[in-house]
């Protein structure tokens, strides 16, 4: 059996080829070209289109017998239901509907409510928040079918609109206890009149059409498999779907997620409850992660200097270096205020540029580390964390991050955990097991953390929790 799997990533377009019976993989990956300043509104045909050509080259024209599908989370386009575009997609760090939220957060017993029936803060991530900000624009909603990128592509795929919970679960519109499009909520918000994808189990299938098998170079009816979130996917593709495991990544953004038996909720609003394709996730994600490194790298060191330059000026001996506040793209967890604004603070005048990135690395893990402690609080210590992301390019960062949490970190031997998860779950549908020595042949290296550093780093945090408190909207200093 070969399984083809196609993911439209934050940044990128992915592809995996796997044959079950000769257990050969192939992996292919590339940056989407998107037109326009602001790579968070993209030209959601364009993102297809790119993905099927890169698709097409990975099969080879190859008797494919599955196609699985992974995408992001969070993400907005309304279509008309022949799927003319109407917008474009606003993926999840678009915060065009920060000022809005920041109204409805004022209302408590509002914002208790809606958490509670959705396991989803009052945000501008969220599309049932994109879709009022549209409204409030004049925008006319009924009638329009409102889809994220993954669906899209399914739609596009198979001319079928349909969903599964696990995606439609980081929308704000699905109940979190039944799973099911939350009519209360829709009826609430006045949403009546948009059209929402039928929801299908995460192994329902429907067959590729005659015109997405000429893009893809293959033959029509192939079954296709509903999409996966890749957040949830990598739970699943990291064999972390028992209760008590945490998956942790840090890539464009950071995500702790924990497999619980139910949905969970903060006590402090704090945390989401999602779901991955196989049972419900406790998590905390963050909008500042590899994005913010990229911002300091650019602009400390500029565009054309490698990481593996920067990483010899770095030293955990370094003392009181420069407070990172990663909200550069506003706040999802803990805090949930996406008007918060980051930056450095407590420079000096003899802070280096090393100094400044390394503050940069210290303040992002600190802020993922203040979710871990709230994700703790309500669920428990993990029976493991399985480390994945761009901070395994970086032996520092890494290092770095089991130091501050003060626990194993066990190195995920899977570069592409979604995309691994999504081939799982076709596994999965076709009735095969999950396991397979090609994708498990590998065991996990283990980061253990450095003792001698607690104080340092408890300190370091301190230093961190003080500016975070001051960086409430309208309470916040000068950053640069």
């Given amino acids: 059996m070969i399984i083809l799997a196609l993911e439209a990533s934050t940044t990128s377009a992915k592809t995996m080829l796997f044959d079950t019976d000769s257990g050969e993989i192939s992996v292919r990956s590339r940056r989407f070209e998107v037109d326009g300043p602001d790579a968070a509104v993209r030209d959601g045909d364009d993102v297809y289109t790119q993905l099927m050509a890169l698709g097409r080259e990975s099969a080879r024209g190859r008797p494919v017998d599955l196609i699985v599908l992974s995408g992001t989370w969070h993400g907005l386009t309304l279509r008309t239901p022949d799927l003319t575009p109407v917008t ?59 889809l ?77 498999l509903t999409p996966g979130p890749d957040g949830g996917l990598s739970q699943v593709g990291d064999l972390a779907t028992n209760p008590g495991d945490m998956t942790f990544s840090m890539g464009t953004s950071g995500a702790l997620r924990f497999s619980t038996r139910h949905p969970s909720f903060s006590p402090t609003l704090s945390t989401w409850s999602y779901r991955s394709p196989l049972g419900a996730l406790s ?12 911002w300091a790298r650019e602009r400390l060191f500029g565009a054309s200097v490698d990481y593996a330059e920067i990483e ?45 990135y390394q503050g940069v690395l210290e303040g992002i893990v600190y802020s993922l580390y203040h979710c871990f ?16 992301g761009g901070v395994l390019s970086s032996p520092f960062w890494a290092q770095l991050t089991a130091d501050v949490f003060g626990a194993d ?4 031997p899977r570069q592409h955990s979604s995309i691994t998860g999504a081939v799982r779950m076709g596994l999965r549908a076709s009735g095969l097991p999950e396991t397979h020595p090609s994708l498990d042949g590998e065991e996990p290296r283990i980061v253990h953390p450095r003792t001698e550093r607690r104080a340092q780093y408890d300190a370091g945090f301190a230093r961190y929790l003080e500016q975070y408190g001051r960086s409430l909207p309208g309470t916040e200093r000068n950053t640069v």
């Fill in 409 to 412: 970190m066990e190195v995920s």
């Fill in 283 to 294: 998590g905390a994600a963050t909008s500042g992660c590899g994005n913010c490194v990229d």
């Fill in 312 to 356: 010899p000026l770095l030293s955990a001996d370094k003392q009181d270096l420069p407070v990172f506040l990663p909200f550069l793209f506003g706040e999802r967890s803990p805090g949930w205020q996406d008007q918060r604004r980051g930056g450095l603070v407590e420079l000096r005048p003899q802070h280096s540029r090393a100094d400044m």
């Fill in 88 to 146: 474009p997609v606003m993926e999840w760090p678009y915060t065009g509907a920060q000022d809005l939220c920041a109204r409805l957060r004022a209302d408590q017993e509002f914002t208790w409510w809606f958490y509670e029936r959705t396991g989803c803060m009052v945000n501008a991530v969220y599309p049932v928040f994109k879709l009022l900000h549209l409204a409030e624009q004049g925008q006319s909603l009924d009638g329009l079918v409102a």
């Fill in 148 to 224: 994220d990128q993954p669906s899209l592509t399914f739609a596009r795929l198979t001319g079928e609109v349909w969903t599964n919970p696990a995606l439609a679960s980081g929308t704000g519109l699905l109940n979190a206890h039944t799973a099911q499009w939350d009519d209360e909520v829709i009826a609430r918000l006045g949403l009546r009149g948009v059209v929402l994808p039928e929801l299908k189990d995460a192994t329902a299938t429907a067959g590729l059409t005659a015109e997405a098998a000429v893009l893809l170079g293959l033959r029509p009816g192939i079954p296709v």
């Fill in 373 to 388: 402690k709230e994700l703790t609080a309500l669920n428990g210590a993990p029976r493991r964390i399985v480390l994945s």
